[in-house]
């Protein structure tokens, strides 16, 4: 059973350029959360994706953004890159629940380490 | 808001010396879980243990050991007869209770990094 996959794991980008993360989840999860790892701290939610829909959202710009595909899968893109964006990005896959029906273990993928140039 | 702290930055212990990790947080909620995970160089956060706010017995798991006390709002982690394969960075995390239909975020704390000397 392969876990949460994240590709690429390694970027270089430029000031002012976009970039595209992708996760897959682990079989039978239906959420994703993408974090955002600075050097020597702790990783910072970004937003989740459940049912194709951003349901929850950190503090980050808009320039963060992204996407759920009908497989689970995601994306996350960053327009306009800055210095500061360097960072190791995480990303978290779950299985959803309603209400009431307590926690569901989040399992994480080995991230993508942007550099921003 | 809601807010971990690790104050311990870095640790150094020598092989088979035990070892306790410290964790602080802050919440308005009643109900909460909290977390330990551990970073090894590879990046992938790997699961240890998690706890809801309304259990508050101490927990063993083979070396590792959690003391949960809300009194104090501290959730420490402490492994005994420390080896040179714990050495990682570990964090601590809380988790507000259950958001209707999906995972609830988790806030870190800023990790404390574990260094077993042989």
């Known amino acids: 059973d392969a876990g949460v996959t994240q590709s690429p794991t390694h970027l270089i980008k430029t000031r002012g350029q976009q970039v595209t993360l992708r996760c897959s989840p682990k079989s039978g999860h239906d959420t994703v959360s993408w974090y955002q790892q600075a050097l020597g701290q702790g990783p910072q939610f970004i937003f989740q994706y459940y049912e194709e829909e951003e349901r929850q959202r950190g503090n980050f710009p808009d320039r963060f953004s992204g996407h759920q595909f009908p497989n689970y899968s995601s994306e996350l893109n960053v327009n306009a890159l800055l210095l500061g964006d360097s960072a190791l990005y995480l990303c978290?896959?779950?299985?959803?629940?309603?209400w009431g029906t307590g926690w569901t273990e989040a399992f994480f993928g080995q991230g993508t380490r942007l550099t921003v140039v | 808001a809601q807010k971990v702290t690790q104050a311990q930055t870095e640790i150094s212990v020598v092989e088979k010396e035990d070892v306790t990790l410290d964790c602080v947080y802050e919440?308005?909620?009643?109900?909460?879980?909290l977390f330990w995970y551990k970073q090894p160089p590879s990046g992938e956060l790997v699961f240890l243990i998690r706890?809801?706010?309304?259990?508050?017995q101490n927990e063993i798991s083979g070396r590792y050991s959690w003391n949960f006390q809300k009194s104090t709002s501290s959730f420490n982690f402490t492994i005994t007869a420390s080896q040179v394969v714990d050495s990682a960075v570990y964090f601590c995390a809380l988790s507000e209770a259950n958001y209707g239909g999906a995972t609830n975020k988790l806030i870190f704390g800023t990790g404390t990094l574990l260094a077993v000397q042989p």
């Open positions: 919440t308005r909620d009643t109900t909460y879980y």
């Open positions: 706890r809801n706010s309304f259990d508050e």
């Open positions: 978290a896959s779950s299985l959803g629940t309603t």
